[in-house]
Nanobody
Framework: QVQLVESGGGLVQAGGSLRLSCAASGSIFSFNAMGWYRQAPGKQRELVAAFMRGGSTTYADSVKGRFTISRDNAKDTIYLQMISLKPEDTAVYYC?????????WGQGTQVTVSS
């Protein structure tokens, strides 16, 4: 069973930065896709950024130019660097990985951006 452990969330003022980490229990090379989702109160979970099969990346329009997804293959870890944070970025951020028909989720980490 794959385990994904997030860290790095917290409270930050608008305009600030945070970096989230997601450590996988196995090799991240085994995943077809891996990335970050978020869910704000009363809203559906949405894709924030992800590595897709073949190595390409995708970002939600709302975070382009502000968020950067990266990976450290040796540590089986992905990161989400977030800058110029806005109050509307407040949400629980979840790490996600997909392997064929299986989906794996982390427990989530809270990001709160105060105005």
């Amino acid at each position: 069973q794959v385990q994904l452990v997030e860290s790095g969330g917290g409270l930050v003022q608008a305009g600030g930065s945070l970096r989230l980490s997601c450590a996988a229990s196995g090799s991240i090379f085994s995943f077809n896709a891996m990335g970050w989702y978020r869910q704000a109160p009363g809203k559906q979970r949405e894709l924030v950024a992800a590595f897709m099969r073949g190595g390409s990346t995708t970002y939600a329009d709302s975070v382009k130019g502000r968020f950067t997804i990266s990976r450290d293959n040796a540590k089986d870890t992905i990161y989400l660097q977030m800058i110029s944070l806005k109050p509307e970025d407040t949400a629980v951020y979840y790490c996600h990985a997909a392997r064929w028909t299986n989906d794996f989720w982390g427990q989530g980490t809270q990001v709160t951006v105060s105005s």
